[in-house]
């Protein structure tokens, strides 16, 4: 949602006028932003009652193993969702540069 926010931002930026399209979108990213981050902190909250019970089960070491899969899991599923950004990027970039490419050769 942030990285959305902020290309809609230079989006606008780009383009001088923000227009009442953008401005709403603009206001609709924001607001779900806020909430996302509302959403985490009470999920994050309930995390920790949650590894307090689990750790009662498994024992100190294999939570500890178990914090770290966890860990690992998050970040592998942020680096994914990075590359997929990224990825789409690149390719809305390839495709303008094509485009572009096809402009000069018509000249």
Not at 75 to 82: A, P, V
Request: glycine share 8%; aromatic share 4%.
């Amino acid at each position: 949602l942030a990285g959305r926010l902020a290309k809609t931002e230079q989006d606008m930026l780009e383009m001088k006028e923000g227009g009442p399209g953008n401005e709403r979108k603009r206001e609709k990213l924001a607001a779900q932003l806020a909430e996302a981050l509302r959403i985490k902190e009470n999920i994050d909250k309930r995390s920790t009652k949650v590894l307090r019970s689990i750790e009662r089960y498994l024992g100190m070491e294999e939570m500890q193993h178990f914090k770290l899969f966890i860990k690992e899991k998050e970040k592998l599923l942020s680096d994914n969702k990075e590359l997929g950004d990224k990825m789409k990027l690149c390719k809305k970039q390839l495709s303008e540069l094509e485009l572009g490419e096809r402009g000069w050769a018509g000249k």
